[in-house]
C-alpha cells in the first residue's frame, strides 16, 4: 500500500512512522511546502519520496484546514483513499464533499510541537481518533481508514462532525484559546519579565498549549466558530459566578466549587488510564 | 538545630527532608491535624518525632493559612525563628506582627499533590522562595531562613508582602481559579462524561492544576481576593476582546495574537531553563 502525506508535520509525520512500524503501508511519499520539513522527513524515514499523491492508495492530509480548498482541488478525481486530520469537521466535510472516497478524521492527540522532527511512531498510540463519516461516505473506504489507524495504536469513533465539533470546542478549543489568552496578558504588562519570572510548573502547565501552532489554531477558531463562541459565553457565565463568590467573600461555595471540580478532575483521569 | 515542621504535608515535609539531606537539622518533629499523615511523615523518615513546636530553634508552618491564627497564637512568646510557606503574604504579614521573630515565606513549588506522601527532598532544587520581611523583621532571623531554603537548592527573593500578593495573583491564583471553573463547568453538563472522554493531553494539563488542594485554594482566593478580582477583571476584558475576534471572525487578529503569546511563552521557557 502506498500512502501520501500532504503536510509531514507532527501528524501526518507520525502517522507514517506508525504504518511503517505496523508494515501496513510499502512506500510513503511526502507532500508539502517546505522543502527543509521534507527533508528532515527523508533524513528520519519518515517518507520514502518527495513528490505528489498522484499514485497514491491512500493519501492522508495533515495540513492546516485553511490550505485545504487547494489540497482538495488538487485530488479532486482521484481514485484514492482520501482522509484528514483537521481539529475541525463540518467545514471539512462541505469542503470535501465533491471527493469520491473522503473519510474525514480527527486523531486526537496534538501537542504544542510540531514539524516532522517531532513526529513519533507511538503518538496516537491509545489515542482516540474520531471518524464523522456522512450518510454518502464510502463505507469501504472508511473501515480501511479505521483499520490504518488501528494499526497505529488508536481507539477510533465515529460520530457526526456537528457532535463532533461541539465536543471538542468544549474539551479542546475553549482551554486552547484561554490559555493563549492568559498568556499574552501577562506578556502585554509592563512588568511581564518579572511576573514570567515567579511563574512555576502550574503557570507551565496551564499555558503548555499556548506555544501551539498559531496558523492551525486560527483555522480551528474561525471553522469552529459558532461552538467556540457559545462555550465561551458559557465559560464567561462559570467565571462571573466564580467573580461574585469572590467578591461576597463566599469561602464555603468557593471550596465546594474547588472540591467539586477537583473530585471529577480526579475522577476523570481514574477511568481514563 | 532542631526544626519543627506545623503541617507536614507536600511542602513542610519535603523541607524537612531538603534540609536532613543537606545535614541542616539535627532533629525534625512534626505537628498536625492528621495522626494518619504523621505516621506517614515518620515512616518515610521526614520527621523524627511528633509533638509540639516548644523546643525548636526554626519553626516552619506549613497549613492551610485559615489555620494560622490558633498556629500563631500557640507560638506567641516563642523565641525560635518562625517561617511559613503561605501562598499569600499581606494577611500572613498581619496575623503574625506579634511573633518576635517571624520570617513570612513563600517557596513557590507546589503541586497538585498533597501530603506527607508526596513530599520530596528535591521539591525545591532551583524553585523560586520569596520571604516578605517587613521593616520590624528580625535582620538575623531573616538570614537564617534565607540560609536553610539555599541549603534546600532554592533561589530566594526578598520583596514586599504587596508586590508578592500581586505578582502570584497574576502567575498563579488566577489560572489556578480559571482551572478550577473550567472543570467544574464540564462536570456539570449532562453529557460531562462524553466531554471528558474526548479530552486529552492538552486538557489534561490546563487543568493539572485543577487537582490542587480546595482548602488551601479557598484560603489564598479569600486572602488575596483584591488583586485576584484585579486579575479576573483584566482576564475578562482579554476575553471578551478574544471573543469580538471571533464574532468578526478576524483571522489575521487571532493569529497575530496567538503568535504573540506562543513567542512570550517560548521566551520564558527559553530564559527560565
Redesign the interface.
Known amino acids: 500500500m502506498k500512502l501520501a502525506v500532504i503536510g509531514v508535520g507532527l501528524i501526518g509525520g507520525s502517522f507514517a512512522l506508525a504504518l511503517k512500524k505496523a508494515k501496513a503501508v510499502s512506500h510513503v511519499v511526502g507532500v508539502g511546502r517546505s522543502a527543509a520539513n521534507l527533508k528532515v522527513a527523508r533524513e528520519r524515514g519518515i517518507i520514502d519520496s518527495v513528490g505528489d499523491a498522484q499514485d497514491a492508495d491512500v493519501v492522508l492530509v495533515a495540513a492546516p484546514v485553511g490550505q485545504y480548498p487547494t489540497i482538495f482541488k488538487s485530488l479532486s478525481g482521484s481514485k484514492a483513499i482520501i482522509t484528514d486530520a483537521g481539529s475541525t469537521k463540518r467545514d471539512v466535510v462541505a469542503l470535501g464533499k465533491h471527493l469520491s472516497r473522503f473519510v474525514p478524521g480527527h486523531p ?4 504544542e510541537k510540531s514539524g516532522a522532527a517531532a513526529a513519533s511512531a507511538d503518538l496516537f498510540r491509545d ?2 481518533v ?1 471518524l464523522t463519516p456522512t450518510a454518502g461516505t464510502d463505507g469501504e473506504a472508511t473501515s480501511t481508514v479505521e483499520a490504518l489507524w488501528k494499526a497505529c495504536g488508536a481507539r477510533v469513533s465515529r460520530m457526526t462532525a456537528e457532535e463532533h465539533d461541539e ?2 470546542a ?3 478549543h ?14 502585554q ?1 509592563k ?2 519579565e ?19 501552532h ?2 492551525m ?3 480551528i ?2 471553522a469552529n ?1 459558532e461552538f ?2 457559545a462555550e ?1 459565553k ?3 457565565g ?3 459566578a ?2 461574585r463568590l ?2 461576597s ?1 463566599d ?1 464555603a461555595a ?9 473530585g ?3 475522577q ?2 481514574k ?2 488510564s
Not at 486526537?108 to 501537542?111: E, L, S
Not at 475553549?174 to 506578556?187: I, K, M, S, W
Not at 512555576?200 to 498549549?209: C, H, P, S, W, Y
Request: with cysteine; hydrophobic share 50%; aromatic share 10%.
Open positions: 486526537i492527540a496534538g501537542a489515542r482516540r474520531v465536543v471538542l468544549a474539551v479542546s475553549l482551554p486552547h484559546l484561554l490559555a493563549f489568552g492568559l498568556v499574552h496578558e501577562v506578556a504588562r512588568n511581564s518579572q511576573l514570567f519570572s515567579f511563574a512555576a510548573g502550574g503557570f507551565r502547565d496551564f499555558t503548555r498549549i499556548a506555544s501551539s498559531p496558523e489554531w486560527r483555522d477558531c474561525l466558530r467556540l463562541l465561551l458559557k465559560y464567561q462559570k467565571v462571573a466564580m467573580e469572590l467578591q467573600a469561602g468557593l471550596e465546594k466549587l474547588f472540591a467539586e471540580a477537583r471529577a478532575r480526579d476523570w483521569l477511568s481514563s
